[in-house]
């Protein structure tokens, strides 16, 4: 998702001046070329996020759409109150980009780890919180994001993930994209989550149970209307994100739910609330979440068992 | 406009000033608000930008060429807000509707209500930053505009108004000039029993800005430091303005309390008193 993004980035830039790239001191191997090709409109700010955030606030103010770069934690939580003052309050076209969603600097320990952004990010008003759940959806994620006005925080996941839609996309913000069809159950899935729920879908259907797949790549403003259209097609909603159980994709389908009066079970799978026990690989740590594809189906057939 | 006026030009810049000083306390009175004590300290600074310094067209308030001025110390800004209102952003009668709710003039400023704020402020540490990006933007672009962010002094403890230093001088901003409004006071003490800032100039020095230090009621050093910012070069300015909290009226003067406490009726009639008499 890093090298698509960059990439993506990059070739939007050469057409459009505009377009800024500040990173907090990260990038190496991946921003090389973006700073070698358009040094006008990158800039390194060092390891001084909240002052990269201020700074590309001062740029939006004077015209510029500026993405942000830094590992989740540090472009989030560290700065945070400079997003919420100097981007939302002014709802500016600056885009936080944090990298290593969910559990994907596993080795590097839970200062790395990013399961609370989302709950944070939104929190905010004005902002847009996207997840995209493959490179293709990174690219057009990324064009979708030059085209509108406001904040955005784009959460992507690290490097390697595999593509799982068939070609390239042309997506809404806001709009959840099916991907697969069935009467028995949805799930619905976030950024890094997709895949498995991809495999999950797989693994019931061997089982004869036919579950529909959403990527939501859009946290907020969530598709409300696919919620609905999933709560009255299906008896139970799985949603599958890797993040807290608190305040991510799991918390704004059960706020839309309640808010619709919508009457259907919804099993949440989503990281517990708390920081890692011990150090480990990103597979070791969501096995230890209970994210792994054997786990949620196991918790699906046990939701099935029970009579609603 | 650009240089030291004349005597007379000066002269009166000190009586806007005088007025201005009726103006704020009025509105705090009014509106039954407090930092009337850090709005006073920086009337005379924002009354020489405003009506020497900055090139402004209220009329024309998104000409990509103007200049910049952010008031990040936003607790003071029923002095920003009286002075734009002089300047022509807003009727001056719109500043009576601050005791209403669902008015233009929030206790911070926000640049989506008010006409003439560049930007929104109140948490402390943010304006230097916002700065930074708009003296960058003007650089890039080569634009003629100019960035001028003013910051209290207890807002000099932020570890983010240290990072907006580092990049303002490592990025070679010219264009950016801090004022840093020293009245010796920050919200529940002293500077130096709180957090002491000295040697306050050399740390500015050591981080690569040019450096003056003035008295910030004084207008004709105002204007001498605004004028010395303009010179070609590529360090950003810091203008230390030693000043002090409550300026103009006795009552508030290097008093720790005006910095919360709403004028009463007998502050009122003291302080209009006082402001017309001197």
């Known amino acids: 998702m ?29 921003f090389e070329e973006f700073r070698d090709t358009l040094g006008r409109q990158y800039l390194n700010a060092g390891v001084a996020e909240q002052n990269m955030v201020g700074v590309a606030a001062g740029l939006a103010l004077s015209g510029r759409r500026v993405f942000v770069y830094s590992i989740v934690p540090f472009v989030t939580f560290r700065c945070f109150e400079h997003i919420r003052n100097d981007v939302c309050y002014h709802n500016l076209p600056v885009c936080i980009v944090g990298v290593g969603g969910g559990y ?58 595999p593509t799982l839609h068939m070609e390239p996309l042309s997506l809404t913000i806001g709009r959840a994209i099916e991907m697969r069809s069935g009467q028995d159950l949805t799930l619905i899935a976030s950024g890094t989550m997709l895949e498995r729920a991809l495999e999950i879908a797989d693994r019931l259907q061997g089982g004869f149970v036919r579950a529909s797949v959403l990527s939501m790549h859009t946290v ?31 918390s704004a389908v059960a706020e839309a739910l309640s808010l619709e009066g919508l009457a259907v079970r919804h099993l949440l799978c989503a990281a517990p609330d708390g920081f890692a026990t011990y150090a480990g690989s990103q597979e070791y740590l969501r096995a230890c979440a209970g994210l792994t594809v054997p786990s949620i189906c196991k918790r699906i057939e046990e939701v099935c068992r029970v009579p609603a | 406009m650009a240089g030291i006026p004349a005597a007379q030009a000066v002269e009166g810049l000190r ?83 601050c005791t209403k709710d669902g008015n233009r003039f929030p206790g911070h400023p926000s640049s989506t209500l008010t006409p003439g704020v560049e930007a929104s402020t109140g948490s402390l ?15 890039l672009d080569e634009r003629p505009s100019r960035t001028v962010v003013m910051v209290s002094d207890g807002e000099c403890d932020e570890g983010s108004t240290w990072e907006a230093m580092l990049a303002a001088s490592h990025w070679k901003l010219g264009g950016l000039t801090c004022i840093i409004d020293y009245n010796k006071i920050q919200s529940f003490g002293r500077v130096s029993e709180i957090m002491e800032l ?81």
């Open chain 2, 15 to 97: 009586a806007l000033s005088r007025q201005m000083r009726e103006d704020v306390f009025t509105i705090a009175y009014r509106a039954k608000s407090g930092h009337l004590g850090s709005a006073f300290s920086v009337i005379d600074l924002l009354v020489c930008l405003y009506f020497h310094h900055l090139r402004l067209k209220p009329e024309k308030p998104d000409d990509p060429d103007r200049d910049r001025f952010i008031l990040s110390k936003g607790h003071g800004c029923s002095a920003l807000y009286a002075v734009l209102a002089e300047r022509g952003f807003f009727p001056k009668d719109d500043l009576a509707t």
């Open chain 1, 2 to 30: 890093r090298t698509t993004f960059v990439k993506t980035l990059l070739a939007i830039a050469k057409r459009d001046p505009r377009i800024m790239l500040l990173t907090g001191d990260l990038g190496f191997t991946v």
């Open chain 1, 104 to 161: 994907s600097y596993g080795h590097m320990g839970s200062t790395h780890h990013a399961l609370e952004d989302i709950a944070v990010m939104r929190s905010l008003p004005n902002m847009k919180v996207l997840c995209p759940g493959d490179p293709l959806e990174t690219e057009a994620l990324v064009h979708a994001i030059v085209e509108q006005d406001g904040p955005c925080y784009l959460r992507l996941g690290k490097a390697g993930e």
């Open chain 2, 198 to 278: 000295e040697p306050f100039a050399d740390k500015w020095r050591a981080f690569g800005w040019h450096v003056q230090e003035i008295d910030g009621h004084d207008h004709e050093q105002i204007l001498a430091s605004l004028a010395a910012t303009s010179l070609a070069g590529s360090r950003p300015h810091a203008i230390i303005a030693h000043t002090v909290k409550g300026k103009g009226v006795s009552f508030m003067e290097d008093a720790v309390g005006w910095h919360y406490w709403t004028p009463q009726e007998e502050h009122y009639k003291q302080a209009m008193a006082e402001l017309r008499s001197c």
């Open chain 2, 125 to 139: 540490g943010h304006g230097l930053g916002v700065g930074v990006g708009m003296a960058l933007a003007a650089k």
């Open chain 1, 220 to 250: 907020k403003p969530l598709d409300v209307e696919a919620v609905r259209k999933a709560a009255a097609a299906t008896p139970l909603l799985v949603t599958l994100e890797e993040h807290s159980r608190i305040g991510g994709l799991g």
